[in-house]
Nanobody, 122 residues
């Protein structure tokens, strides 16, 4: 089982930026897909972005395209989520997750971090 630890959350104003980090440890496979999900109060956990560890392919939810960027540092086993032009509707707990299946389907992700809170005020 892969262990995932998120960091970098906080409280910001609308229009500000944050960068989330996800440090992975354990039996990390080169074929892993690393994803970011978020869950707002009273809502389902939703897909945000994913990146293939092997070739760097990326996918994003429509709601964050053009504002969020996922990246990786394989040497550090770390995935990042750069979030720019944050909006109040981005407020949520953000989770890092690992999968062996490409895509954004929540059920395909087997390992999850504990989450980090992002709060955006208007």
């Amino acid at each position: 089982q892969v262990q995932l630890v998120e960091s970098g959350g906080g409280s910001v104003q609308a229009g500000d930026s944050l960068r989330l980090s996800c440090a992975a440890s354990g039996p990390i496979r080169s074929t892993y897909v690393m994803g970011w999900f978020r869950q707002a109060p009273g809502k389902e956990r939703e897909f945000v972005a994913a990146m293939a560890r092997s070739d760097g392919s990326k996918i994003y939810a429509d709601s964050v395209k053009g504002r969020f960027t996922i990246s990786r540092d394989n040497a550090k086993n770390t995935v990042y989520l750069q979030m720019n032009n944050l909006k109040p509707e981005d407020t949520a707990v953000y989770f890092c997750a690992a999968s062996t299946v490409w895509g954004g389907r929540r059920g395909d992700y087997d390992d999850w971090g504990q989450g980090t809170q992002v709060t955006v005020s208007s």
